[in-house]
């Protein structure tokens, strides 16, 4: 008689019947793209690549894997943003790592760093200096970064920011992309604390909290009790951030050029404000929504 000493492989929980559940759990908690949020999470949480999971469908899942993936379902059934529950997102095709503390980067802002890219490159400049208010995880200034030193331009971006923590995620982002504090400088500084700049840049740049109250009041759960207020509303009308930029913009000895990140549907409200400054030369562009998405300004 054989002794069995081997396990039933029935009384392991696979890869296929785990995501099987979870997606469904997902589903039905309203969680769009269920699916691709369940296989992200499994990866996470068993160190793979979302081909692995394909090739390894019967592969048995541990106990210890199975309960913390159990976790992290139930907290992005909660509303939680994935990218929190990860601890990371990608922004212009760099990593960058977040907690609650900064923004969750959006596509459309990918669009400012865009137009700043494509404007320098038409400007034929070898040097640039870069004024960024509210660096957030610092995904904007790392992106403008990277892209300009592959393309050989020299740069030096003095980001602000008046919250202490975000600027904790901000350096602990420029070094895991491998930027040097001597190019972009991090400052813990209010925009509204600030007169005018001490110095002349090429360009101001912003994507500020332009939502109003009122519509930050109205906001999914999911951003509304995860990601910080005061990186969305300025608990106003979502136009006193743009004030203020203005105001430094306008003042007679700054010379350089302004790109601001907008709202939907603050089209009309920012001429009145541009004409206030008596800012005349701008243009807006348009996300591929067709929603008026990024200012530009110049004197």
């Not at 990918?110 to 957030?136: C, H, N, P, Q």
């Not at 980001?159 to 975000?166: G, N, P, Q, R, T």
């Not at 990186?231 to 930029?245: E, H, M, P, Q, V």
Request: proline share 3%; net charge negative.
């Amino acid at each position: 008689m054989t002794e069995n000493n081997t396990t039933d492989k029935n009384q392991f929980i696979t890869v296929l019947d785990i995501l099987k559940k979870a997606v469904s759990d997902l589903d039905e908690n309203n969680i769009i793209d269920a699916r691709l949020n369940a296989e992200l999470l499994l990866c996470y949480v068993m160190n793979s690549k979302r081909l692995d999971l394909y090739v390894n469908y019967e592969k048995p899942v541990k106990p210890s894997e199975e309960n913390e993936f159990r976790k992290l379902i139930s907290r992005r059934i909660s509303n939680e943003p994935l990218q929190y529950i990860l601890g990371r997102t990608n922004f212009f095709g760099y990593d960058i790592s977040l907690d609650r503390n900064v923004l969750i980067p959006r596509q459309e802002t990918e669009l400012l760093v865009e137009r700043v890219l494509e404007d320098i490159s038409a400007s034929g400049k070898k040097s640039v200096s870069i004024f960024e208010i509210g660096t957030g995880s610092g995904c904007i200034a790392i992106a403008l970064g990277k892209k300009l030193g592959e393309q050989n331009i020299s740069y030096e971006i003095f980001s602000i920011d008046k919250s202490e923590k975000a600027l904790i995620i901000a350096k602990k982002n420029l070094e895991l992309n491998g930027i040097s504090g001597k190019e972009i400088t991090l400052y813990c500084r209010d925009v509204f604390d600030i007169p005018r700049l001490k110095k002349n840049y090429d360009y101001i740049i912003s994507n500020p909290p332009y939502i109003s109250i009122a519509e930050w009041e109205k906001l999914p759960d999911e951003i509304r009790n995860y990601e910080p207020k005061t990186a969305l509303t300025d608990d106003k009308n979502g136009l006193n951030f743009y004030s203020k930029i203005f105001e430094i913009f306008s003042d007679l000895e700054f010379s350089g050029k302004l790109f601001c990140e907008i709202g939907y549907r603050q089209r009309e409200s920012l001429e009145v404000l541009l004409r206030k400054y008596e800012i005349m030369k701008y243009k807006f562009y348009k996300d591929y929504s067709d929603i008026f998405r990024i200012l530009k300004a110049e004197k």
